[in-house]
């Protein structure tokens, strides 16, 4: 069982659509992560919040906006993506803000976005 | 050259023989090394940090070597249920980066 929840688990939306991805940690971490994990390649960091500010954005594309309410939620606001965009999006929380030696990241299991 | 690169197999395994997979970096100023497992349609979990002497959990062991910039994961008397994604993880300049992970398969 899971301490990081994900919503929804599936998600189809056309290229005009406007979704939204839910994430929820409940074991009291201060960090919370976006990432995006595409076929055969990396696990690539999207947004990072460490205390509900944003502390890193690796040059995501605008047609993702995040939103970190509390330490506890975080969304992934998704309006006009591309079919390129398909891939499994990763919620992730930390005790604290991953690097330097930073502590074990917990995996949501993802929601699996189709973009027609 | 790739930040962190693995094999991507698949390595096909009989259980119960011992399988190793290395993972190589290239910033040698890189602090901290961990694997973590992906079951297919499931997402990643720590598998164990790897610490500079060397570290086993059970079956499976895990080694640095700072000269040649890579780390290794050996699973003895491998197991059905160690059928699975193995990615490497490489803290370097205070992020994680992740390789893009070897699929293990263990047959019966």
């Known amino acids: 069982e899971t301490g990081v929840t994900q919503t929804p688990r599936h998600l189809v939306m056309g290229m005009t659509n406007k979704k939204s991805l839910k994430c929820e940690q409940h074991?009291?971490?201060?960090?919370m992560y976006w990432y995006k994990q595409s076929a055969k390649k990396p696990l690539e960091l999207m947004f990072v919040?460490?205390?509900?500010?944003?502390?890193e954005n690796n040059s995501v594309p605008s047609r993702f906006s995040p939103e970190c309410p509390n330490s506890s939620h975080l969304f992934l606001h998704l309006h006009t993506l591309q079919p390129e965009d398909s891939a499994l999006y990763l919620c992730a929380s930390s005790q604290e803000q991953t690097g330097g030696g930073g502590g074990e990241l917990f995996f949501g299991e993802g929601s699996r976005l189709t973009v027609l | 050259r790739k930040e962190v690169e693995q094999d991507p197999g698949p390595f096909n395994v009989p259980e119960g023989a011992t399988v190793a997979f290395n993972c190589t970096y290239s910033n040698s100023a890189s602090q901290s090394f961990f694997w973590y497992r992906q079951d297919c349609r499931k997402e990643p979990k720590l598998l164990m940090s790897?610490?500079?002497?060397?570290n086993e959990d059970g079956r499976f062991t895990a080694q640095l070597n700072r000269a040649s910039q890579y780390i290794s994961l050996l699973i003895r008397d491998s197991k059905l249920s160690d059928s699975a994604t193995y990615l490497c993880?490489?803290?370097?300049?205070?992020?994680?980066?992740w390789g893009a992970g070897t699929k293990l398969i263990i047959k019966p």
């Open positions: 790897v610490y500079s002497s060397g």
């Open positions: 993880v490489v803290d370097s300049n205070y992020q994680l980066i």
């Open positions: 074991l009291g971490h201060n960090a």
């Open positions: 919040y460490s205390l509900e500010e944003r502390v």
